[in-house]
């Protein structure tokens, strides 16, 4: 079965437990503030680990189809870079 999960691309491999936020980022208006809140979790994930789909719905309680969408607005943008991770 293959499990989705994202690497955040900021330059370095993972996060590290916090995340700084960009200036660009907060100016980007084509990001939503719900688009923007996942990009800093993803951002924020601790060394080592990478924030899977049903981290992010859980966290902010979405539906799986919601939480696609903006992950897919963030990978057009740029943002992230999201591949499948064999369970």
């Known amino acids: ?3 989705e999960k ?3 691309k900021n330059g370095e ?3 590290h437990g916090h995340a700084r936020i960009e200036h660009v980022w907060i100016n980007d208006k084509n990001l939503s503030i719900s ?3 996942v990009l800093v979790f993803i951002a924020s994930q601790p ?3 990478i924030a899977k789909l049903s981290d992010i719905e859980k966290r902010f309680k979405l539906s799986r189809s919601a939480v696609q969408r ?3 607005k963030l990978e057009d943008l740029g943002y992230i870079k999201r591949c499948k ?3």
Do not use: H, T
């Open 47 to 49: 060394q080592g680990k």
């Open 70 to 72: 903006y992950l897919l």
């Open 85 to 87: 991770e064999k369970e």
């Open 1 to 3: 079965m293959q499990v």
């Open 35 to 37: 688009a923007l809140s």
């Open 6 to 8: 994202i690497i955040y």
């Open 13 to 15: 491999e993972e996060g």
